[in-house]
């Protein structure tokens, strides 16, 4: 039997509608981020504001990290092999994707979840 497949539809699907209440698996993981580190930034946004934006359904959370401190690089640099390192079945990225995270953005690149999380300029 093959081993199973990482789950990806969650963390490939854009906002339809706007209720920026934070969720509550969206403060769960603020609190767990927090917890190793740097600070937070805004989990909401307001609907009135352009553009679309997962802060305008409370799934978004911008964990300030700095990339010219070494502290902050470090930081950043754990959460990323925890969440892009291989379940044991293989599937690469396994956490981000279980973890429902559609992208993050580090030190001005991109690591989208429908694109492999591969670095993007």
Same mark, same amino acid.
């Given at each position: 039997?093959?081993?199973?497949?990482?789950?990806?539809?969650? *963390?490939?699907? #854009?906002?339809? #509608?706007?209720?920026?209440?934070?969720?509550?698996?969206?403060?769960?993981?603020?609190?767990?981020?927090?917890?190793?580190?740097?600070?937070?930034?805004?989990?909401?946004?307001?609907?009135?504001?352009?553009?679309?934006?997962? #802060?305008? $359904?409370?799934?978004?959370?911008?964990?300030?990290?700095?990339?010219?401190?070494?502290? =902050?690089?470090?930081?950043?640099? *754990?959460?990323?092999?925890?969440?892009?390192?291989?379940?044991? %079945?293989?599937?690469? =990225?396994?956490?981000?994707?279980?973890?429902?995270?559609?992208?993050?953005?580090?030190?001005? %690149?991109?690591?989208? *979840?429908?694109? $492999?999380?591969?670095?993007?300029?």
């Amino acid at each position: 039997m093959p081993p199973p497949r990482s789950r990806t539809k969650r *963390a490939t699907s #854009h906002r339809t #509608h706007c209720k920026p209440k934070a969720k509550p698996g969206t403060e769960r993981r603020v609190r767990w981020l927090l917890r190793r580190g740097g600070g937070e930034g805004p989990t909401s946004r307001s609907c009135k504001r352009g553009g679309i934006s997962e #802060h305008k $359904e409370g799934r978004a959370f911008d964990w300030t990290l700095d990339a010219s401190r070494k502290k =902050d690089r470090r930081t950043a640099r *754990a959460f990323f092999d925890f969440a892009f390192a291989e379940d044991k %079945h293989g599937n690469t =990225d396994a956490k981000a994707r279980r973890r429902g995270i559609m992208y993050l953005i580090w030190n001005d %690149h991109v690591y989208a *979840a429908w694109d $492999e999380f591969q670095k993007e300029d």
